[in-house]
């Protein structure tokens, strides 16, 4: 079973606190990885917020072709920062041999292109840059976004916490928000791109259940967008979702639990907006999600919110502080992290509703 964790947080917060919050955890998950997701960075990337960074794990040939496609295509690396790493066969941690952060500038043809454009050029990067790795085994190329980096690993959580020193707190590495689970994909193949959280085009989802409708969402999300790709985990489809209901059609968020979990037909037939919801269910019916799962996610303007499956089958809690709020599968999760909050303030979501924490902490609660 997985285990997953979200901390967002007023000042910048070291990834320790991500471990802390998933080893309190740890009889819920299977020791298997550990992988994060940093965003609103601080400490040596602050200030870079708005220059893509790349997150990799690679051979030094992988390393060698990415830079090359990336520097042919005009980007040039204005920052590199390696983490100092700190090996020991005591470790229970299956390392590649390089780990890289690499900031970019974009290329000078970008200088007056929107928004929008920039955002489609990182994404055909990242796909080009994967699939240049891909076939020999170089390396895996996680995010190449702005003000994000991404780690995963495969191992002990605790040991590749050692491995990488994050349990040492500094300034150095830092972010306002850390999404992690601990649990590599150990119902198929272990892949490194299978371990969540996932990332695309600035959204962030991760989960803890399954998806019992995976083949159905797999066989529609191939031919809506060439950004939904590897399926190596079936909990991938409902970042894709999150990404189509969102930014290509353009949808408020709650209209993201219509699709995943519609109500039922009876219940559509009594609402206002009965026309709407059974325009969704009619249109949208591959892209709904079955089976036990709890989803935390986040969008690009950083508001995060978690919701559950239509039976409530996954647990999750929200606590939170006046500087913090945290999301966990697990309520120790949270003790372990803000043992001093008012744990009557805590929230337990129900099958229908979708918590959201905007960018000032406020928790709001939406009913479907």
Same mark, same amino acid.
Request: charged share 25%.
């Given at each position: 079973?997985?285990?997953?964790?979200?901390?967002?947080?007023?000042?910048?917060?070291?990834?320790?606190?991500?471990?802390?919050?998933?080893?309190?955890?740890?009889?819920?998950?299977?020791?298997?990885?550990?992988?994060?997701?940093?965003?609103?960075?601080?400490?040596?990337?602050?200030?870079?917020?708005?220059?893509?960074?790349?997150?990799?794990?690679?051979?030094?040939?992988?390393?060698?072709?990415?830079?090359?496609?990336?520097?042919?295509?005009? !980007?040039?690396?204005?920052?590199?920062?390696?983490?100092?790493?700190?090996?020991?066969?005591?470790?229970?941690?299956?390392?590649?041999?390089?780990?890289? !952060?690499?900031?970019?500038?974009?290329?000078?043809?970008?200088?007056?292109?929107?928004?929008?454009?920039?955002?489609?050029?990182?994404?055909?990067?990242?796909?080009?840059?994967?699939?240049?790795?891909?076939?020999?085994?170089?390396?895996?190329?996680?995010?190449?976004?702005?003000?994000?980096?991404?780690?995963?690993?495969?191992?002990?959580?605790?040991?590749?916490?050692?491995?990488?020193?994050?349990?040492?707190?500094?300034?150095?590495?830092?972010?306002?928000?850390?999404?992690?689970?601990?649990?590599?994909?150990?119902?198929?193949?272990?892949?490194?791109?299978?371990?969540?959280?996932?990332?695309?085009?600035?959204?962030?989802?991760?989960?803890?259940?399954?998806?019992?409708?995976?083949?159905?969402?797999?066989?529609?999300?191939?031919?809506?967008?060439?950004?939904?790709?590897? !399926?190596?985990?079936?909990?991938?489809?409902?970042?894709?979702?999150?990404?189509?209901?969102?930014?290509?059609?353009?949808?408020?968020?709650?209209?993201?639990?219509?699709?995943?979990?519609?109500?039922? !037909?009876?219940?559509?037939?009594?609402?206002?907006?009965?026309?709407?919801?059974?325009?969704?269910?009619?249109?949208?019916?591959?892209?709904?999600?079955?089976?036990?799962?709890?989803?935390?996610?986040?969008?690009?303007?950083?508001?995060?919110?978690?919701?559950?499956?239509?039976?409530?089958?996954?647990?999750?809690?929200?606590?939170?502080?006046?500087?913090?709020?945290?999301?966990?599968?697990?309520?120790?999760?949270?003790?372990?992290?803000?043992?001093?909050?008012?744990?009557?303030?805590?929230?337990?979501?129900?099958?229908?509703?979708?918590?959201?924490?905007?960018?000032?902490?406020?928790?709001?609660?939406?009913?479907?």
């Amino acid at each position: 079973m997985c285990r997953i964790g979200a901390i967002k947080a007023k000042n910048y917060i070291h990834p320790c606190k991500a471990l802390l919050l998933m080893q309190s955890q740890q009889k819920g998950h299977d020791n298997s990885g550990f992988a994060m997701v940093m965003q609103d960075l601080g400490g040596i990337f602050e200030d870079y917020k708005d220059q893509p960074t790349l997150s990799m794990a690679c051979t030094d040939e992988g390393l060698k072709r990415a830079e090359d496609i990336l520097h042919a295509a005009g !980007f040039r690396r204005v920052l590199q920062w390696v983490p100092e790493t700190y090996p020991s066969e005591e470790l229970d941690i299956i390392a590649m041999p390089n780990y890289v !952060f690499e900031t970019f500038s974009y290329p000078r043809s970008m200088k007056n292109a929107t928004q929008k454009e920039k955002e489609e050029l990182l994404l055909d990067m990242r796909l080009k840059v994967r699939a240049a790795l891909e076939p020999e085994d170089l390396g895996f190329v996680y995010s190449f976004w702005p003000d994000v980096v991404t780690l995963k690993e495969i191992g002990n959580p605790h040991d590749i916490g050692k491995y990488f020193n994050l349990w040492q707190e500094d300034d150095n590495f830092t972010a306002r928000i850390i999404t992690a689970q601990c649990r590599q994909n150990t119902n198929y193949d272990i892949v490194r791109y299978a371990a969540h959280p996932f990332f695309l085009q600035g959204y962030t989802v991760l989960a803890n259940g399954e998806n019992t409708f995976y083949q159905k969402n797999r066989e529609i999300q191939r031919k809506l967008h060439r950004g939904y790709i590897g !399926f190596e985990s079936d909990s991938q489809c409902f970042l894709y979702t999150l990404h189509y209901i969102h930014r290509q059609l353009g949808w408020p968020l709650p209209y993201y639990k219509h699709v995943i979990t519609p109500l039922a !037909f009876e219940e559509i037939s009594t609402r206002e907006d009965s026309e709407q919801l059974m325009a969704i269910r009619q249109s949208l019916a591959n892209l709904e999600i079955n089976g036990p799962n709890t989803i935390i996610g986040l969008l690009p303007d950083n508001t995060m919110f978690t919701c559950c499956d239509a039976k409530k089958l996954r647990p999750v809690v929200i606590g939170r502080t006046a500087d913090t709020v945290a999301i966990s599968s697990e309520v120790c999760g949270i003790n372990e992290i803000l043992p001093e909050r008012d744990w009557n303030t805590d929230i337990y979501p129900d099958e229908r509703e979708v918590v959201v924490v905007d960018d000032s902490l406020e928790v709001i609660r939406w009913k479907q």
